[in-house]
């Protein structure tokens, strides 16, 4: 669906639109509260202008359903202590196979699977595909609706964990506010059962019925369709007021079956996914875009991302859903500061680590303390996000985020260390380390 607006309209964007501009000569690039993107992209972690449509209250309940991104959103929730029903601990008897995070077999990585598994939990006219569930032999059964992550088991015991997860899912209809978290377009489809699966077949399945499944690259149409359709049965079997807050996993391919490169794939996946959910959010006013999948590429590589550069940081997950309860909850935003990485990894050169920081206060104030000594100011601002290039090692820095400059009233204290690779090491930094290092930026 194409925008169209009056050029009146136009003109009132550009004058309201504080964030409408790239660059402007002149400016300086390295502001902290700078507006530009070329500004804001420079920072640890990006900040985007973030306009909520909806208030979030504390007495709503929320369902996250999607990739495993879903799943750190559902924990940054449940420690704000909102009432989360996809966390659910009938999954506690579910024996995961690897170190994958808990309720990784609750993924659903596709718009194919997402639907799937809300039309057989909420429409009584849609039942679970019996046969999908397929015999790989000695009396096990595989459930491709699920992730591998999950051990595989009996028939029975196989149906027994599928009535549990439509039980749980089933729930979102309870649920004020829904989270859509959009992974992947490539799938697979079981050409015996005439449905689409959650993942790649596993190897036993792929080899005991090796003609049962193809794979498919899937199109923007086919996606936006899929998303239309939870729409429906959101608006039909859901909360009077469902609020839908729809946005794209970061995480990337771990790998791709098709022959391109898996970058150019993940690309493409993205793409598709990303436009769907703006044209989705577009034609519903109780569909909302949250920008996390922006947040997280525009933000520094080596703050967000975990070695496997696929996985995104717990702090990153929680700098996002601290963003989004600042702008969307009717309450007072949480006080927060954190430090990433901390410890800090030791090295020869002086460490880095991000400082992060939330208030309600718009004028508060972070200051930094080495080894005791008299603090000294860091950065201000009721949010944000600054890097300290200069921590030593073996030093113990303590930072403090007040109120105000005057600090009078502390709101939160973090203390950062950075631990030596063995005595040798400690001895070297010692020598290095007899100038003074100022703290100031």
Request: proline share 5%.
């Amino acid at each position: 669906m194409s925008i169209c607006i009056t050029t009146e309209e136009v003109h009132g964007n550009r004058a309201q639109n504080h964030y409408g501009r790239w660059h402007e000569k002149g400016a300086l690039p390295y502001q902290p509260n700078g507006r530009l993107a070329f500004q804001r992209l420079r920072q640890p972690l990006f900040v985007p202008a973030i306009r909520p449509t909806f208030i979030l209250q504390r007495e709503d309940k929320l369902f996250a359903i999607g990739s495993c991104f879903a799943r750190g959103i559902e924990s940054a929730l449940v420690e704000q202590e909102m009432a989360v029903l996809s966390r659910a601990t009938e999954f506690d008897s579910f024996p995961a196979i690897n170190n994958e995070m808990k309720l990784g077999f609750t993924n659903k990585y596709s718009t194919f699977s997402i639907y799937n598994e809300l039309r057989w939990a909420l429409d009584p006219a849609e039942e679970f595909p019996r046969e999908s569930l397929v015999d790989i032999g000695n009396g096990v059964f595989y459930d491709p609706h699920t992730n591998p992550a999950l051990q595989l088991a009996g028939l029975e015991e196989t149906i027994r964990r599928r009535e549990i997860i439509e039980a749980v899912t089933r729930r979102v209809a309870q649920c004020r506010v829904v989270i859509v978290t959009l992974g992947l377009v490539e799938v697979w489809r079981d050409k015996i059962a005439n449905v689409f699966i959650n993942t790649a077949p596993i190897p036993p399945a792929l080899h005991r019925h090796s003609d049962r499944y193809e794979f498919h690259i899937t199109n923007f149409t086919e996606n936006l369709s899929n998303l239309e359709h939870i729409h429906t049965l959101l608006s039909r079997f859901g909360h009077p007021d469902v609020q839908v807050v729809v946005t794209v996993s970061p995480v990337p391919l771990e790998a791709t079956f098709s022959s391109e490169d898996v970058v150019i794939a993940n690309t493409y996946s993205k793409s598709i996914l990303r436009a769907a959910a703006q044209e989705w959010a577009a034609t519903h006013k109780n569909v909302h875009y949250f920008p996390s999948y922006e947040i997280v590429q525009n933000s520094e590589r080596k703050v967000t991302w975990e070695e496997d550069l696929r996985h995104v940081k717990g702090e990153v997950v929680y700098h996002i859903m601290n963003l989004f309860l600042r702008h969307y909850f009717a309450g007072p935003p949480a006080t927060e500061l954190t430090a990433s990485p901390n410890p800090v990894p030791p090295g020869a050169r002086r460490g880095k680590t991000t400082i992060s920081w939330s208030s309600d206060s718009a004028s508060a104030a972070v200051y930094v303390s080495m080894n005791g000594a008299e603090e000294k100011f860091f950065a201000s601002g009721s949010h944000g996000s600054e890097e300290a290039h200069w921590i030593q090692t073996g030093a113990t820095y303590e930072f403090s985020l007040y109120s105000g400059r005057d600090r009078n009233t502390r709101l939160a204290r973090i203390s950062v260390t950075r631990p030596s690779n063995d005595k040798s090491d400690t001895l070297r930094t010692a020598i290095r380390s007899k100038k003074y290092v100022s703290l100031a930026k």
